[in-house]
């Protein structure tokens, strides 16, 4: 019994060291080959990352991908792949960013109100992949691409010059930062610096932590205590793994598949809440390409929350390293990217190799078992 | 077992070498655009042959001053941050590289550069991380001015200059500087679309020119518009001008289509239009594409394209080179050389300068010698500009 805890513990954790491992050498060896020293390279990104205040940044990135990636994950785990994420969001953010400018509420309220905007936004436009999926059985790769288009290209690219702020563009001295009506003070979630310099020193460089960090990480705990803990959970776990079988048990396919693609929704619309109350307001050049970076820190962290909080905290930190790499001179920009794509092709390649391995070893375990016992019956025969 | 996991890490490992391989093919890049944007800075200068007395006269001031304290020079260094893209992008990055080479080969300052993630989220890091090590930060494009302005006001011993956006504050009367240390670098664009307005409507045949703009409703764009048209009726009142954009703001994506500028191009030469000028960035290939297509077909007399802010007669195409009828220079390097100059003779200041064509921030280029025997006339419109005897609209509808 101990040794088999003993394997089981160590196949969990080999994966995930067998990535990393691979994604170090692999990226060493492209560091090395484009002209660059790996160590230095190495040393100048956790140097930078020991600072607090590319903490606050590692934090600040963390935040939206966190999010972005338990969205992603709602989907993935009754095998619906929501490509969705990236419209939601952003059409969500746009919706609370203008529903946060146009009124004016006690600060409690009106950040919920905020909130809700863009959750009740996002689960709507998500919810409307899952009606065409079990209506006219459209596949939700497919409808959740295409409302990408329709969210960025159509509605958010029109809507944002609707309500834009003032009635129209100040063109003078060529400036595009515009956007919607500025939300006031009240509707701006207090950033965590306070907190955070409890335990540690004055945060310089006017760095602010989000206090969306807090709204993260209870999706997070919610995620785990909805698919886990409760009988919803059971349910979407059940249909992912056997659709079929899952109906038999008596649960509804439709519904679950229309619930499960809300549930991703309400909380894609959160991803981009960060930088709205960080930049007050929505502006034309919002931050794009949350909602495919998630899909990404969802793979990395195989639908678990704490996986998944791993994989945006790695994604984060590598995002963070750019900057430095490039003005310390020790790599290239580009650099960045290659080494999150080793790592999850790394991560994706290592957890399959793993769990073949598993497999066969309980195979051979379960022959052994057979063969060292013989059954009852057969030694009466003999 | 062991097979498959052999073959598995050897195709990762291929997969990694390809990903090095473009890695460095990157770097080739931006080292060969290194050279055409030198190139380029030296096609310019030939083609402003009455500026070559102008820019020596500059350069033995410079040299004077190195003279001077040169000591001091080796201290000066400068971070600069281009936009999404980067070097090689053989437009504005680029010439913004030109000038910080040119800066460093005539000011022997020292720089370092950084262009944000795609999605272009760590600007106010990589401006942040620049301050922290250089005494100047600049950063090259108008999304950069919220955030300039906020790590201005956190770094107040260290200067900002943002290109393309003013960095006023206009809610004030007067407007003032949003910050005390922070200097927006903007063109007038309408000075030199004006001149390649009337270098159009002289060379024109059909007397029907057109323009295409890259984004319209931003208040950028226009002002190229509207200088264009201001220039073409100088010379020819009756001229007919037709204007067209590829997309609306928020939209960016008409800065970098060049299908659809071509499509519109092409209209545009069938509708009797025989010179187009475009203000649509990377979009304009496609222009050029067009006419070079146009002018090869049968019974059809040779069109004309009008570039934007660098020369393009020597970054297109080789093949549509010669379609390139002139080009509307916008002298990003010249505003990033000029900055780092005031910023080593301490008299940088904060608030908006405007690059015109008395400072040769914006002008017209003769690569390819289409429009020398025109010359005298545009450097006639030119002196009257600069005197102020003409006056350029920036709003199309006052052109």
Same mark, same amino acid.
Request: proline share 3%; charged share 20%; with cysteine.
């Given at each position: 019994?101990?040794?088999?805890?003993?394997?089981?513990?160590?196949?969990?954790?080999?994966?995930?060291?067998?990535?990393?491992?691979?994604?170090?050498?692999?990226?060493?060896?492209?560091?090395?080959?484009?002209?660059?020293?790996?160590?230095?390279?190495?040393?100048?990104?956790?140097?930078?990352?020991?600072?607090?205040?590319?903490?606050?940044?590692?934090?600040?990135?963390?935040?939206?991908?966190?999010?972005?990636?338990?969205?992603?994950?709602?989907?993935?785990?009754?095998?619906?792949?929501?490509?969705?994420? #990236?419209?939601?969001?952003?059409?969500?953010?746009?919706?609370?960013?203008?529903?946060?400018?146009?009124?004016?509420?006690?600060?409690?309220?009106?950040?919920?109100?905020?909130?809700?905007?863009?959750?009740?936004?996002?689960?709507?436009?998500?919810?409307?992949?899952?009606?065409?999926?079990?209506?006219?059985?459209?596949?939700?790769?497919?409808?959740?691409?295409?409302?990408?288009?329709?969210?960025?290209?159509?509605?958010?690219?029109?809507?944002?010059?609707?309500?834009?702020?003032?009635?129209?563009?100040?063109?003078?001295?060529?400036?595009?930062?515009?956007?919607?009506?500025?939300?006031?003070?009240?509707?701006?979630?207090?950033?965590?610096?306070?907190?955070?310099?409890?335990?540690?020193?004055?945060?310089?460089?006017?760095?602010?932590?989000?206090?969306?960090?807090?709204?993260?990480?209870?999706?997070?705990?919610?995620?785990?205590?909805?698919?886990?803990?409760?009988?919803?959970?059971?349910?979407?776990?059940?249909?992912?793994?056997?659709?079929?079988?899952?109906?038999?048990?008596?649960?509804?396919?439709?519904?679950?598949?229309?619930?499960?693609?809300?549930?991703?929704?309400?909380?894609?619309?959160?991803?981009?809440?960060?930088?709205?109350?960080?930049?007050?307001?929505?502006?034309?050049?919002?931050?794009?390409?949350?909602?495919?970076?998630?899909?990404?820190?969802?793979?990395?962290?195989?639908?678990?929350?704490?996986?998944?909080?791993?994989?945006?905290?790695?994604?984060?930190?590598?995002?963070?390293?750019?900057?430095?790499?490039?003005?310390?001179?020790?790599?290239?920009?580009?650099?960045?990217?290659?080494?999150?794509?080793?790592?999850?092709?790394?991560?994706?390649?290592?957890? #399959?190799?793993?769990?073949?391995?598993?497999?066969?070893?309980?195979?051979?375990?379960?022959?052994?078992?057979?063969?060292?016992?013989?059954?009852?019956?057969? #030694?009466?025969?003999? | 077992?062991? !097979?498959?996991? @052999?073959?598995?890490?050897?195709?990762?490992?291929?997969?990694?070498?390809?990903?090095?391989?473009?890695?460095?093919?990157?770097?080739?890049?931006?080292?060969?655009? $290194?050279?055409?944007?030198?190139?380029?800075?030296?096609?310019?200068?030939?083609?402003?042959?009455?500026?070559?007395?102008?820019?020596?006269?500059?350069?033995?001031?410079?040299?004077?001053?190195?003279?001077?304290?040169?000591?001091?020079?080796?201290?000066?260094?400068?971070?600069?941050?281009?936009?999404?893209?980067?070097?090689?992008?053989?437009?504005?990055?680029?010439?913004?590289?030109?000038?910080?080479?040119?800066?460093?080969?005539? @000011?022997?300052?020292?720089?370092?550069?950084?262009?944000?993630?795609?999605?272009?989220?760590?600007?106010?890091?990589?401006?942040?991380?620049?301050?922290?090590?250089?005494?100047?930060?600049?950063?090259?494009?108008?999304?950069?001015? $919220?955030?300039?302005?906020?790590?201005?006001?956190?770094?107040?011993?260290?200067?900002?200059?943002?290109?393309?956006?003013?960095?006023?504050?206009?809610?004030?009367?007067?407007?003032?500087?949003?910050?005390?240390?922070?200097?927006?670098?903007?063109?007038?664009?309408?000075?030199?679309?004006?001149?390649?307005?009337?270098?159009?409507?002289?060379?024109?045949?059909?007397?029907?020119?057109?323009?295409?703009?890259?984004?319209?409703?931003?208040? @950028?764009?226009?002002?190229?518009?509207?200088?264009?048209?201001?220039?073409?009726?100088?010379?020819?009142?009756?001229?007919?001008?037709?204007?067209?954009?590829?997309?609306?703001?928020?939209?960016?994506?008409?800065?970098?289509?060049?299908?659809?500028?071509?499509?519109?191009?092409?209209?545009?030469?069938?509708?009797?239009?025989?010179?187009?000028?475009?203000?649509?960035?990377?979009?304009?290939?496609?222009?050029?594409?067009?006419?070079?297509?146009?002018?090869?077909?049968?019974?059809?007399?040779?069109?004309?394209?009008?570039?934007?802010?660098?020369?393009?007669?020597?970054?297109?195409?080789?093949?549509?080179?010669?379609?390139?009828?002139?080009?509307?220079?916008?002298?990003?390097?010249?505003?990033?050389?000029?900055?780092?100059?005031?910023?080593?003779?301490?008299?940088?200041?904060?608030?908006?300068?405007?690059?015109?064509?008395?400072?040769?921030?914006?002008?017209?280029?003769?690569?390819?010698?289409?429009?020398?025997?025109?010359?005298?006339?545009?450097?006639?419109? !030119?002196?009257?500009?600069?005197?102020?005897?003409?006056?350029?609209?920036?709003?199309?509808?006052?052109?």
């Amino acid at each position: 019994m101990a040794k088999s805890l003993g394997r089981r513990v160590m196949l969990a954790l080999a994966a995930p060291v067998l990535a990393v491992a691979f994604a170090v050498a692999m990226s060493s060896i492209v560091l090395a080959l484009s002209g660059s020293s790996p160590i230095t390279a190495y040393i100048d990104m956790f140097d930078h990352a020991r600072k607090l205040e590319t903490m606050i940044d590692i934090g600040n990135r963390f935040t939206p991908l966190y999010i972005s990636g338990v969205a992603a994950a709602i989907g993935f785990r009754m095998n619906l792949f929501n490509i969705g994420v #990236e419209g939601q969001y952003l059409l969500a953010t746009l919706f609370a960013a203008a529903a946060g400018g146009a009124v004016n509420l006690p600060p409690v309220l009106h950040i919920g109100l905020i909130l809700i905007v863009a959750m009740t936004v996002g689960a709507a436009y998500s919810g409307v992949a899952g009606v065409l999926k079990v209506t006219r059985g459209v596949n939700e790769v497919i409808s959740t691409i295409m409302l990408n288009v329709i969210a960025i290209s159509g509605l958010v690219a029109w809507l944002v010059r609707e309500w834009q702020a003032g009635g129209g563009v100040n063109a003078s001295g060529g400036n595009a930062g515009v956007g919607t009506e500025p939300i006031p003070e009240s509707g701006l979630m207090p950033n965590l610096n306070g907190f955070v310099e409890i335990f540690t020193r004055e945060i310089k460089q006017g760095k602010k932590l989000t206090g969306v960090l807090v709204i993260a990480l209870l999706v997070g705990i919610g995620y785990h205590v909805l698919v886990n803990r409760t009988r919803f959970g059971f349910d979407l776990r059940a249909s992912g793994m056997n659709p079929f079988a899952a109906q038999a048990g008596g649960v509804p396919p439709k519904r679950m598949v229309v619930t499960a693609m809300v549930l991703s929704g309400a909380a894609a619309g959160l991803v981009g809440m960060s930088t709205l109350m960080d930049q007050g307001r929505y502006s034309p050049n919002f931050v794009r390409g949350l909602g495919f970076a998630g899909i990404g820190v969802t793979l990395l962290g195989r639908n678990h929350p704490v996986g998944i909080a791993i994989g945006a905290l790695l994604f984060a930190f590598l995002d963070v390293s750019a900057g430095i790499l490039q003005i310390s001179g020790s790599a290239s920009r580009e650099i960045v990217v290659i080494m999150q794509g080793i790592i999850l092709i790394a991560a994706v390649v290592a957890y #399959e190799v793993v769990n073949r391995f598993r497999q066969r070893e309980e195979a051979k375990d379960a022959a052994a078992a057979l063969q060292s016992v013989p059954p009852a019956g057969i #030694e009466v025969s003999a | 077992m062991r !097979k498959q996991l @052999l073959v598995l890490l050897s195709t990762l490992l291929a997969f990694a070498l390809i990903a090095a391989a473009c890695g460095s093919d990157g770097g080739d890049d931006s080292a060969t655009t $290194d050279d055409g944007a030198a190139s380029d800075g030296e096609a310019t200068d030939d083609a402003m042959a009455e500026d070559d007395a102008m820019a020596e006269d500059d350069a033995m001031a410079e040299d004077d001053a190195m003279a001077e304290d040169g000591a001091s020079h080796s201290d000066a260094t400068v971070g600069l941050v281009y936009d999404i893209g980067g070097r090689g992008d053989q437009s504005f990055n680029d010439s913004a590289a030109a000038g910080i080479e040119r800066a460093k080969s005539e @000011l022997g300052v020292d720089f370092t550069e950084a262009s944000p993630n795609d999605d272009g989220s760590n600007r106010a890091e990589l401006l942040q991380l620049q301050a922290g090590a250089n005494p100047l930060v600049i950063a090259v494009g108008f999304l950069f001015a $919220d955030d300039a302005a906020n790590v201005a006001a956190e770094n107040p011993d260290i200067n900002f200059a943002v290109i393309d956006d003013g960095m006023m504050n206009f809610d004030v009367d007067p407007p003032a500087p949003r910050a005390d240390n922070a200097a927006g670098l903007t063109f007038a664009e309408e000075q030199g679309s004006y001149l390649v307005g009337a270098a159009a409507a002289l060379k024109s045949e059909t007397g029907k020119i057109g323009f295409i703009g890259g984004v319209c409703c931003f208040g @950028l764009i226009e002002k190229f518009e509207a200088g264009y048209i201001a220039g073409a009726k100088s010379v020819n009142p009756d001229i007919e001008i037709v204007s067209e954009y590829i997309t609306e703001f928020p939209d960016f994506d008409g800065f970098n289509a060049p299908d659809r500028a071509k499509e519109i191009a092409a209209a545009m030469y069938d509708g009797g239009a025989d010179i187009i000028y475009h203000a649509a960035g990377g979009a304009g290939a496609g222009m050029f594409e067009a006419a070079k297509e146009y002018s090869e077909a049968d019974g059809n007399s040779k069109v004309w394209g009008i570039g934007v802010d660098s020369d393009q007669y020597n970054t297109v195409d080789p093949g549509v080179q010669e379609y390139v009828l002139t080009s509307m220079l916008k002298r990003v390097d010249n505003a990033v050389f000029e900055i780092i100059k005031a910023q080593t003779d301490g008299t940088f200041s904060a608030g908006q300068v405007v690059y015109d064509l008395s400072v040769d921030g914006v002008g017209y280029s003769t690569s390819g010698g289409f429009v020398d025997d025109i010359t005298d006339k545009l450097d006639e419109l !030119k002196a009257q500009i600069i005197a102020g005897d003409i006056v350029v609209p920036t709003d199309p509808a006052e052109a």
